[in-house]
């Protein structure tokens, strides 16, 4: 592996909205012998890119991951692991590894760049049905996922690299978003007699909310919500007349009709709840035979790649650090997923026969 390129991908800063820049150094960087660049513009200032090695522009197996990373951005170091070493998360090194600190590292950096080493060496080999597909913003919406869908061909089989211990993912949960809005009565706080706050209501909303039982999926578990963008703009002196939030739900198969449902079954009257959808939970292709399989409650950009009939999504690292000052990936890590990835797309070739 090249993992000078790698350093250099992990020290260009490509959080989200700033993805462009690493983008354009890839576009010229990844160029070889039989590889075909295509860019995308996505239409938000933000670029796709295809490596096709395939030149005909609808490669049917794709690699695939994302460019641009939560933030703030964190400058990269490399640490040598000793054996027997406490690594970020509290996990034992089980050997004498390397090991790549910093944003990106395992979502999605190091996903695409161990990718591209096992892309490289396909080629030599002489496969060339395949491409390397690099999506941006999959972090705020998945919207160059959704620009591909719209503008270009899909194909047979697409791998998403995503941090899963290098496991393949049977199921995925879905999300479901909401805005909801309570509506009180303001009235002077020393006479709350005289009105109705929103405060109170939203305590009473999540403890009704908390009180639903929603049914447990036997593959993907619970159902799960996080409340964001909290806001009741109130004076203290004044009982609060409204308060707006989120509500993200990570829905199963049991649950993903139901919430809807439901939360207009606890809203108060003269309250609202607006629906911005989401994806639905789904099942995907397992990689290979004998490989060991997980569930996982995060998003990806694989419900937004329709144009693909079968999708799988793995990769080095875990999901537990990304998005954390903890991020890291060890360099056997990103080994591992290489022959993952090889063996995936070898018995893709395989079934085609």
Same mark, same amino acid.
């Given at each position: =592996?090249?993992?000078?390129?790698?350093r250099h991908i992990l020290e260009t800063d490509s959080?989200?909205?700033? *993805?462009?820049?690493?983008?354009?150094?890839?576009?010229?960087?990844?160029?070889?012998?039989?590889?075909?660049?295509?860019?995308?513009?996505?239409?938000?200032?933000?670029?796709?890119?295809?490596?096709?090695?395939?030149?005909?522009?609808?490669?049917?197996?794709?690699?695939?991951?994302? $460019?641009?990373?939560?933030?703030?951005?964190?400058?990269?170091?490399?640490?040598?692991?000793r054996a027997g070493d406490i690594l970020p998360d509290?996990?034992?090194?089980? =050997?004498?590894?390397?090991?790549?600190?910093?944003?990106?590292?395992?979502?999605?950096?190091?996903?695409?760049?161990? =990718?591209?080493?096992?892309?490289?060496?396909?080629?030599?080999?002489?496969?060339?049905?395949?491409?390397?597909?690099?999506?941006?913003?999959? *972090?705020?919406?998945?919207?160059?996922?959704?620009?591909?869908?719209?503008?270009?061909?899909?194909?047979? @089989?697409?791998?998403?690299?995503?941090?899963?211990?290098?496991?393949?993912?049977?199921?995925?949960?879905?999300?479901?978003?909401?805005?909801?809005?309570?509506?009180?009565?303001?009235?002077?706080?020393? @006479?709350? *007699?005289?009105?109705?706050?929103?405060?109170?209501?939203?305590?009473?909303? =999540?403890?009704?909310?908390?009180?639903?039982?929603?049914?447990?999926?036997?593959?993907?578990?619970?159902?799960?919500?996080?409340?964001?963008?909290?806001?009741?703009?109130?004076?203290?002196?004044?009982?609060?007349? *409204?308060?707006?939030?989120?509500?993200?739900?990570?829905?199963?198969?049991?649950?993903?009709?139901?919430?809807?449902? +439901?939360?207009?079954?606890?809203? /108060?009257?003269?309250?609202?709840?607006?629906?911005?959808?989401?994806?639905?939970?789904?099942?995907?292709?397992?990689?290979? /035979?004998?490989?060991?399989?997980?569930?996982?409650?995060?998003?990806?950009?694989?419900?937004?790649?329709? +144009?693909?009939?079968? +999708?799988?999504?793995?990769?080095?690292?875990?999901?537990?650090?990304?998005?954390?000052?903890?991020?890291?990936?060890?360099?056997?890590?990103?080994?591992?997923?290489?022959? $993952? @990835?090889?063996?995936?797309?070898?018995?893709?070739?395989?079934?085609?026969?």
């Amino acid at each position: =592996m090249d993992l000078d390129l790698f350093r250099h991908i992990l020290e260009t800063d490509s959080t989200s909205g700033q *993805e462009r820049t690493l983008a354009e150094f890839l576009e010229d960087r990844l160029r070889v012998d039989g590889c075909v660049v295509r860019r995308f513009e996505v239409g938000d200032g933000t670029l796709n890119l295809l490596l096709d090695w395939s030149a005909s522009g609808a490669p049917s197996f794709v690699f695939c991951s994302h $460019l641009d990373t939560v933030p703030p951005y964190i400058a990269p170091e490399t640490v040598p692991v000793r054996a027997g070493d406490i690594l970020p998360d509290g996990k034992v090194a089980a =050997m004498d590894d390397t090991m790549f600190t910093g944003r990106g590292t395992c979502d999605a950096k190091g996903q695409f760049f161990t =990718m591209y080493s096992t892309c490289l060496e396909l080629a030599s080999e002489g496969h060339r049905d395949f491409g390397l597909l690099l999506l941006s913003g999959e *972090e705020t919406g998945s919207f160059g996922a959704k620009a591909y869908t719209r503008d270009c061909p899909g194909g047979e @089989y697409v791998l998403v690299g995503e941090p899963t211990d290098n496991r393949p993912v049977r199921a995925s949960k879905g999300t479901k978003s909401f805005r909801v809005t309570l509506r009180g009565k303001a009235c002077h706080s020393g @006479y709350p *007699e005289h009105g109705r706050s929103a405060v109170s209501m939203f305590v009473e909303f =999540m403890n009704r909310l908390g009180a639903v039982d929603f049914p447990e999926d036997p593959i993907l578990g619970k159902t799960t919500w996080n409340v964001g963008k909290l806001s009741g703009d109130n004076p203290q002196n004044i009982l609060s007349p *409204e308060v707006t939030f989120r509500l993200y739900f990570r829905t199963t198969f049991a649950t993903d009709d139901l919430i809807q449902h +439901k939360l207009e079954g606890i809203c /108060p009257k003269g309250s609202s709840i607006e629906a911005f959808g989401g994806d639905r939970p789904l099942e995907y292709h397992h990689g290979a /035979p004998g490989l060991t399989t997980t569930t996982v409650s995060f998003g990806s950009d694989a419900p937004r790649l329709e +144009k693909f009939a079968q +999708k799988a999504i793995c990769g080095p690292g875990s999901i537990l650090t990304a998005h954390t000052p903890d991020e890291y990936v060890l360099l056997s890590q990103m080994e591992e997923a290489k022959s $993952l @990835y090889r063996r995936i797309f070898e018995n893709f070739i395989q079934t085609k026969q």
